[in-house]
């Protein structure tokens, strides 16, 4: 079976700095595969090279077979089949909730106005903000934001989710809410990606765990494999220094 996501290879360097250093990554049809490692392991890169938002310096990534980095690639009819979701919520703060989720689908994908809403409010609906249609982000939680910008991402049905740190910029009693809804959608069969330094989050909704380190994947596995009986010492080297005192 043609794995939905296929990076072989990846490469991209900042000036002299090597962030991805020919990157393997295979993403199977509704898994969920959490990517960890310290900061500047080029978890958040990877992602930003998934979605196009990077040009590689070496190698391919294919979605569903077809090569996306190829560069006669049209990057905005990739991109209309994946999502991604960011630590900083990123919506639109002189938008309501409503227009902030609708505006995609009636500015690029052409679809109509009432179509868009009507699918836009049985999302919100789906968790529990319908009554926020119409408020503005500043009216909103961290937490309640950024499931907004998860459902901004959900109104196009991408065939891939991308989640980049998605809990990291909220209070610890907002993440919650953001896990619940992950959660959800993992139970729906959704493909997703996610870039993390919380372990706990890794664990609940992971299939499978990646350890990066100087832009390779070290180890990979089950998470409670990878988490709890780490082979490789480096990935154990990461787990020690995150462990309570």
């Known amino acids: 079976m043609t794995a939905v996501l296929a990076c072989q290879g990846v490469r991209k360097v900042f000036g002299s700095s090597v962030v991805l250093d020919g990157l393997d990554l295979e993403v199977a049809e509704h898994e969920v595969v959490a990517l960890i490692g310290a900061s500047g392991s080029g978890k958040s890169t990877l992602l930003r090279c998934v979605n196009l938002l990077e040009e590689l310096d070496d190698g391919t990534i294919h979605l569903d077979g077809s090569h996306i980095t190829d560069p006669r690639v049209n990057p905005d009819l990739v991109r209309r089949k994946i999502g991604i979701v960011f630590q900083s919520y990123?919506?639109?703060?002189?938008?309501?909730?409503?227009d902030n989720i609708t505006l995609a689908p009636v500015r690029v994908h052409k679809r109509s106005v009432s179509s868009a809403r009507a699918q836009a409010l049985e999302l919100l609906t789906r968790i529990g903000l319908a009554d926020k249609a119409s408020a503005y982000p500043d009216r909103l939680s961290g937490g309640q934001q950024q499931r907004v910008a998860i459902v901004r991402a959900l109104v196009n049905a991408p065939r891939l989710l991308l989640l980049d740190e998605v809990?990291?910029?909220?209070d610890p009693e907002l993440v919650g809410e953001v896990l619940d809804l992950i959660s959800d959608l993992k139970r729906d069969g959704m493909t997703m990606v996610l870039a993390t330094h919380e372990m706990n989050f890794a664990r609940q909704v992971a299939d499978r765990?990646?350890?990066l380190d100087g832009g390779r994947i070290v180890e990979q596995g089950p998470p409670s494999q990878?988490?709890?009986?780490?082979?490789?010492?480096?990935?154990?080297?990461?787990?020690?220094?995150l462990a309570p005192a």
């Open 90 to 98: 990123n919506l639109f703060p002189h938008l309501s909730v409503l």
């Open 167 to 170: 809990t990291s910029a909220l």
């Open 209 to 211: 765990v990646c350890f």
């Open 226 to 241: 990878v988490l709890d009986a780490p082979v490789e010492p480096r990935t154990q080297q990461f787990l020690r220094r």
